[in-house]
């Protein structure tokens, strides 16, 4: 079992910044790929940005060259720093494997970006 616990988010203007941090349970973290995902109000969860155990990124279209995600495996730690942060990017953010275990969905963190 892993537990996922994410935080950092909260309500910033459009332009703004966060960063939230993602801190796992499993110690075999560093083997892993994992990502960070996000769901809307009345949308579907999606994956946003995945960071493989060798650092490979991946980044939805939407928000590449805004968003960058790290992590730091001696800490069992995944990291997104969001910049120039837009309406758009409201949402609930959580964090997983890729691809997702069910089981394993923490209670996320909310990020309001406002006009």
């Known amino acids: 079992q892993v537990q996922f616990v994410e935080s950092g988010g909260g309500l910033v203007q459009t332009g703004g910044s966060l960063r939230l941090s993602c801190a796992a349970s499993?110690?075999?973290?560093?083997?892993?790929?994992m990502g960070w995902y996000r769901q809307a109000p009345g949308e579907q969860r999606r994956l946003v940005v995945g960071i493989s155990r060798g650092g490979s990124t991946n980044y939805l279209d939407s928000v590449k060259d805004r968003f960058t995600i790290s992590r730091d495996n001696a800490k069992n730690q995944v990291y997104l720093q969001m910049d120039s942060l837009k309406p758009e990017d409201t949402a609930v953010y959580y964090c997983?494997?890729?691809?997702?275990?069910?089981?394993?969905w923490g209670q996320g963190t909310q990020v309001t970006v406002s006009l």
């Open positions: 499993r110690n075999t973290f560093n083997l892993d790929t």
């Open positions: 997983n494997f890729i691809p997702p275990i069910s089981t394993y």
